[in-house]
Structures are given as structure tokens and as C-alpha cells.
Nanobody, 125 residues
């Protein structure tokens, strides 16, 4: 089993930066990839960015490319999302998720097996 806890959210002005952290506990050797998703008010949960353990492959949603960066510390000890040049449309509840059985980096939330509770990011318009 894998347990995920996000932190680092908050209120930030447009143009500012935040770094979200996802503390990972449990059988981290099971993890193939991890990703950040977000759910804005009235919208469905969407993929933000992801990272595989082997090979370090990354993928990003078009809306965050060039502004957000995913990374990890150690062998899946902590998973990060660095967010720069934040916009009002980035306001959402951000979740980290772990995929234990994939063969390629997925942007589909249904492919992820473990989820954290989320951390709120608010960028006033």
C-alpha cells in the first residue's frame, strides 16, 4: 500500500510561485509513475504533470507547459510540483497520485491507484 500526503498550497498573487510537495510512504518500490492532477470548481479532475521512476520521463498539460515542473527526491520519497507564473485559472485543489502498474506515463486519472487528499491553490483574479 502507498500513502500520499500533499502540502504547500496556499493563496498567491498572479505571477507568483508555489511549490507543492507530496510525501510518499509505504511500498514505494511498487510505484511506476506519479502525477499531479487538479480539480477546479465546477470542473473535472485533470492531469497537470507526471514523472516516471525509470527513465525520468515527464509529461505536462498544455496549459502548464513552461510554467510548471515535476520532480522527485530520492527513490520516491517526495514528489514535487514547482509552479511559476501562476494564473487565476490555476486555482484548484491539487492532488498527487501514484501509478503502480503502468508501462507508460498516463494522463488518465483512472490509471492511478493511490491518491492524496489534496492541497488548495488559490490565485485571485
Amino acid at each position: 500500500h502507498v500513502h500520499l500526503v500533499e502540502s504547500g498550497g496556499g493563496l498567491v498573487q498572479a505571477g507568483g510561485s508555489l511549490r507543492l510537495s507530496c510525501i510518499i510512504a509505504g511500498r514505494t518500490d511498487y510505484i511506476f509513475a506519479m502525477a499531479w492532477f487538479r480539480r477546479a470548481p465546477g470542473k473535472e479532475r485533470e492531469f497537470v504533470g507526471g514523472l516516471t521512476g525509470t527513465g525520468g520521463m515527464t509529461a505536462y498539460a498544455d496549459s502548464v507547459k513552461g510554467r510548471f515542473t515535476v520532480s522527485k527526491a530520492g527513490d520516491w520519497m517526495t514528489f514535487y510540483l514547482q509552479m511559476n507564473s501562476l494564473k487565476a485559472e490555476d486555482t484548484a485543489l491539487y492532488f498527487c497520485a501514484a501509478d503502480r502498474s503502468g508501462s507508460s506515463l498516463s494522463t488518465n486519472r483512472n490509471d492511478y491507484d493511490y491518491w492524496g487528499q489534496g492541497t488548495q491553490v488559490t490565485v485571485p483574479s
